[in-house]
C-alpha cells in the first residue's frame, strides 16, 4: 500500500519514491504526493520520472497512475515525483472554501442534505437537495465566512482510524468533519470568495464558489 505523504505534508511539491508496481503504463510506487481525484477534489498534475501523468486513480488503499506509453520504469526504480503546485495549491484553497462553506449552510438551513459536489482549478460547487432559493442564505454565509478567514484560525487535521485511512479536518469550536482531501494550516490562506447560486432542476440548487484573490 502507498504511503500517502500529501496527508502528512500536503505543501510538498517535490519526492524522492520507488516504483513498486508496473503494468503497461499503469504504476504504483512506495510513497506518494500525487493526489488521486476523491471526494470531489480532483487529481494533481504532475509527473513520475520526468513522464506526465495522464491519470491518478483509486484503487482501495493503493492508488494506480497512468503515465505516457514507453515509459521504460521498472521495479524497484527510484524516481522523482512532482507536482503542479499553483493547480495543487489552488484546489486546497477551494476544497477548503468549499467545506467552510458546507458548514455554515448546514447550520442555517435546517434538514437541507448535499447531494453532490465538484473541486476544479477554476471554482468549486455543491448540490443540495433544497426547495427555496439558497442565494437567500447568502449574506449571512458569506459574513461568517469572512469572519472565519479574517480570525485565521487553526486547520488540524488526522487520522480518525488510520488502519482503514479514515481522516478528519477539525477547526476547534467551528467544526469536525471526515475528510480525506487535502487541508491547508490557516483559515486566512483560503482567502475570500463568491458565491453564486445556480438551479440545476426542481428541488435542487446549486452554489458556485469562485475565489476573489
Request: aromatic residues 10%; hydrophobic residues 35%; glycine residues 10%.
Amino acid at each position: 500500500m502507498v504511503e500517502k505523504m500529501f496527508w502528512t505534508n500536503p505543501y510538498l511539491t517535490r519526492l524522492d519514491t520507488r516504483i513498486s508496481g508496473v503494468s503497461g503504463q499503469q504504476i504504483t510506487v512506495e510513497q506518494t504526493i500525487f493526489y488521486a481525484f476523491s471526494g470531489g477534489q480532483e487529481s494533481d498534475h504532475g509527473t513520475i520520472g520526468g513522464y506526465s501523468v495522464l491519470q491518478a486513480q483509486k484503487d482501495g488503499h493503493e492508488i494506480v497512475y497512468t503515465v505516457e506509453e514507453g515509459h521504460g520504469l521498472k521495479v524497484g526504480d527510484e524516481v522523482t515525483m512532482t507536482i503542479d503546485w499553483d493547480r495543487r495549491y489552488r484546489l486546497m484553497r477551494l476544497h477548503f472554501a468549499a467545506e467552510i462553506v458546507l458548514e455554515l449552510v448546514y447550520k442555517h438551513l435546517n434538514g437541507i442534505e448535499k447531494i453532490g459536489a465538484h473541486i476544479a482549478q477554476e471554482k468549486a460547487r455543491i448540490d443540495f437537495a433544497w426547495n427555496e432559493p439558497i442565494s437567500s442564505s447568502f449574506p449571512v454565509i458569506e459574513k461568517q465566512f469572512r469572519e472565519i478567514v479574517g480570525a485565521d484560525l487553526d486547520i488540524s487535521s488526522a487520522f480518525s482510524d488510520e488502519e482503514k485511512e479514515r481522516r478528519y479536518w477539525e477547526i476547534e469550536g467551528f467544526s469536525k468533519v471526515a475528510c480525506g482531501g487535502t487541508h491547508l494550516k490557516k483559515t486566512g490562506e483560503v482567502g475570500f470568495i463568491k458565491l453564486k447560486r445556480n438551479n440545476i432542476g426542481r428541488g435542487k440548487e446549486r452554489i458556485d464558489i469562485y475565489l476573489t484573490e
